[in-house]
């Protein structure tokens, strides 16, 4: 169960990471100006300053990151033995 538990925390971290990175590229032209631009993410409409916004995709893929690590943790650690359960 906990590689299935690592894999899950993987593959959901390089998704979250994936899509920051999929919004920031696809709305590269709106962010590089300094007026407020609406974007469109997961049908979520957001108007907001484009500094906020890559503020925003950062700490998605921070969280992303953290959530990769912790499934690999996951999976690298030694499962507890049954004596100690």
Do not use: D
Request: aromatic share 4%; net charge neutral; with cysteine.
């Amino acid at each position: 169960m906990q590689i299935l538990s690592g894999l899950i925390r993987i593959v959901t971290g390089l998704a979250v990471m994936g899509m920051a990175i999929f919004v920031y590229l696809s709305n590269q032209e709106q962010l590089s100006g300094t007026k407020e631009v609406t974007l469109s993410i997961l049908g979520l409409e957001i108007t907001a300053l484009p500094q906020q916004i890559i503020i925003g995709l950062c700490f998605a893929g921070v969280a992303g990151l953290v959530i990769e690590l912790l499934g690999v943790w996951t999976l690298m650690r030694k499962p507890a033995s049954a004596q100690n359960v």
